[in-house]
């Protein structure tokens, strides 16, 4: 398929999928006037910004607040309060607008250099479709959550993969992998290509910047550490062995724990237990197979990227749906690739699934919908297909790939 046909396909299932969500959500208001979860596609609406709200409150003293919210590490938890705390002075108003101000143009702008067109009219339609009609986009503007910065790391990262610039890529991976460890799973994409040197210093400079982190709470390295494990031991036992992480969740424990509550009755939290002591080794052993893969055979970077993105999703215990947003640059660059694939199609039908709100049906507690089923089975889809077609082209004897990012085009 060309660009402009799979953009087209996409759209026009991103406007459908919205446009049927929101008008079977606006009947049930309007017709049995039910509230939250049934009424809506995002989450509670006085918890709207709460994830913002909440981290710049918290960045002061992150892990002596007495809560079992997750915690960030210590070097994004520096960065948010130097910048809203101590330079905006705490303003939390003032800080919101900021914040959200930046996210909106930053993500219009990455957006625009993906899909633009010849006409200015049909350039910021899709615009305003890819991020408006986008439900993880949506999820994570209501919530203002600081995803929103690891996207953009992304962005820059990919950037400065396909410009060749390795000492840029390095400094981006360290520092997203201070923002969340499980980044790291964008390493196969260096052992790829055999760029052993900067690995190691992406590697040297992820302890350097998680040691400014935590000697800007203080000298006592060791203390803050582990004030910093027992602060996410909380939150990780309350996501595993609860619904909580459920709801609003793309992981695929999230499935076994639906699946798990039609099996086992009554459901417990050993039952719980159970599934999680078989899920963690077959996740670790997906990740070790599929991270393989895209060592040795995958040789096109928006299928690493969409590799370890999902992986990213559906892989850990709890995933909150904002994670999808990830999932938008593999998409995007799908979308302008210059050479065509054997299942081009099915990448459109599923991307755009993947993004489209749902929520028709839901489980007990309601919080919990299809969605919580739908999105992990699609990405598990999308890497299925990308493992399929690999192996078909190295059969077929695909060209190798290049140092930086073989079958990459710009937009």
Not at 48 to 67: A, I, M
Not at 256 to 271: N, Y
Request: aromatic share 16%.
């Amino acid at each position: 398929m060309s660009t402009r046909n799979k953009i087209v396909l996409i759209e026009f299932i991103l406007i459908a999928g919205f446009t049927a969500s929101l008008l079977f959500h606006y009947q049930i208001w309007v017709h049995t006037s039910a509230g939250f979860p049934f009424s809506t596609i995002l989450y509670m609406p006085k918890e709207q910004f709460t994830d913002f709200v909440r981290e710049v409150v918290q960045s002061s003293k992150p892990y002596k607040t007495g809560t079992d919210d997750c915690i960030y590490p210590p070097f994004i938890e520096a960065v948010v309060n130097v910048v809203f705390v101590r330079l905006m002075h705490g303003d939390l108003d003032q800080g919101l607008v900021l914040f959200l101000t930046m996210c909106i143009i930053g993500h219009l702008a990455v957006m625009r250099r993906y899909v633009h067109s010849d006409t200015w009219s049909e350039t910021w339609r899709r615009v305003i479709t890819f991020s408006f009609c986008c439900y993880p986009f949506l999820f994570a503007l209501d919530r203002a959550n600081f995803e929103f910065w690891q996207y953009f790391l992304l962005v820059f990262f990919v950037w400065a993969i396909q410009k060749e610039k390795w000492n840029v890529a390095n400094i981006l991976l360290a520092a997203s992998m201070n923002f969340k460890p499980f980044l790291a799973l964008l390493i196969p994409i260096y052992v790829a290509r055999k760029r052993w040197a900067d690995l190691g210093k992406v590697c040297a400079m992820s302890v350097l910047l998680f040691l400014c982190g935590t000697l800007y709470y203080g000298p006592n390295i060791l203390g803050t550490l582990h004030d910093y494990r027992c602060t996410v031991g909380p939150c990780t036992t309350a996501m595993l062995y609860t619904s909580h992480g459920v709801e609003y969740g793309c992981s695929l424990f999230g499935v076994c724990k639906i699946l798990g509550s039609f099996m086992f009755r009554p459901f417990t939290v050993e039952s719980i237990h159970w599934l999680a002591t078989v899920y963690m080794p077959a996740a670790a052993i997906v990740v070790i197979v599929l991270a393989a893969y895209t060592t040795l055979v995958e040789r096109e970077l928006w299928k690493q990227l969409l590799i370890a993105t999902a992986m990213m999703c559906i892989l850990p215990p709890f995933a909150y749906d904002y994670r999808m947003y990830y999932l938008l640059l593999p998409m995007m660059m799908f979308m302008t690739r210059d050479r065509q694939g054997a299942y081009d199609r099915a990448y459109c039908i599923l991307f755009g699934l993947l993004m489209v709100p749902k929520g028709y049906f839901h489980f007990s507690p309601p919080e919990i919908s299809d969605t919580a089923l739908i999105n992990p089975m699609i990405m598990v889809l999308l890497i299925a297909l990308v493992v399929k077609e690999g192996f078909m082209e190295r059969r077929q004897g695909a060209p190798e790939r290049d140092s930086a990012c073989a079958c990459i085009s710009t937009p």
